[in-house]
């Protein structure tokens, strides 16, 4: 059975930073962070393999750092220069297989966490 459980989620001033965190319980292989605001899709952030291949969406490139401690099962989304546009509930996601074109896509993952609010001022 696996479990996500986010934290970190909180207000920031636009140019600011935060970090979320994601820890899992169980075994997975591959672990996202999607974003969804209201009245959008959800969205791929970032994601990582336990290879330690990463991806992110076109929007985050060199703002965000996704990055994994495996004796902690816990993936990490280092946001730094925060933006409005950036405002929406952050989720984690995990997935046991190694996906690769897939891998910011939400239809590709089978676990999810509850989610984490981020948002955003200008």
């Known amino acids: 059975q696996v479990q996500l459980v986010e934290s970190g989620g909180g207000s920031a001033q636009a140019g600011g930073t935060l970090r979320l965190s994601c820890k899992l319980s169980?075994?997975?292989?591959?672990m996202g962070w999607f974003r969804q605001a209201p009245g959008k899709e959800r969205e791929g952030v970032a994601a990582?393999?336990?290879?330690?291949?990463?991806d992110y969406g076109d929007s985050v490139k060199g703002r965000f750092t996704i990055s994994q401690d495996k004796r902690k099962n816990t993936i990490y989304l280092q946001m730094n220069v925060l933006l409005p546009e950036d405002t929406a509930m952050y989720y984690c996601?995990?997935?046991?297989?190694?996906?690769?074109?897939?891998?910011?896509?939400?239809?590709?993952?089978?676990?999810w966490g509850q989610g984490t609010q981020v948002t955003v001022s200008s």
């Open positions: 996601a995990a997935d046991q297989t190694a996906l690769s074109a897939s891998l910011l896509s939400p239809s590709a993952y089978d676990y």
């Open positions: 169980g075994v997975a292989y591959t």
């Open positions: 990582i393999r336990s290879d330690d291949y990463t």
